[in-house]
């Protein structure tokens, strides 16, 4: 059917249909590309994270920490945010080798609680 032989109401309800499935769609585009917005923000910040550690980092420091993030994702991260923090603040002059790195390690699990819940 043609919507010009249809009764005015069944057209004004067509006409209605049609512009909240206009606006859903519009509000469906705008929420992905806030999405891709915000995924290509996250790539970059990754990718400069990473270009900040490989050159704070000595080579089997990396592999600690590639390590490290395959079995504590959390811990890797904490580390890296404060690795980062302190080349920025200019307290890293020198690359960190793999022994400096665990030293640091030691101090952040030192730091980490142990929580126990004993029954009596």
């Keep these: 059917m ?6 005015r109401g069944v057209r004004a309800v067509d ?3 049609e ?3 206009r606006r859903r769609l519009l509000e469906m585009q705008a929420k992905i590309e806030e999405q891709q917005r915000q995924a290509e923000l996250r790539r970059q910040l990754e990718i400069q994270k990473r270009q900040i550690l490989q050159h704070i980092l000595t ?10 993030r ?6 890797a991260e904490q580390l890296e945010l404060q690795l ?4 920025q603040m200019g307290r ?3 690359p960190i080798t793999d022994d400096q790195l665990k030293a640091i390690l030691s101090r952040i699990a030192e730091r980490k609680r142990d929580i126990r819940i004993r029954r009596l």
Excluded: C, M, W
Aim: aromatic content about 2%; hydrophobic content about 45%.
């Design 2 to 7: 043609r919507a010009s032989f249809l009764p």
């Design 15 to 17: 006409e209605e249909l």
């Design 19 to 21: 512009e909240l499935r």
């Design 59 to 68: 080579p089997e420091a990396k592999s600690r920490l590639a390590n490290l």
């Design 70 to 75: 395959t079995a504590h994702p959390e811990l």
């Design 84 to 87: 980062i923090q302190l080349a």
């Design 92 to 94: 890293i002059v020198s």
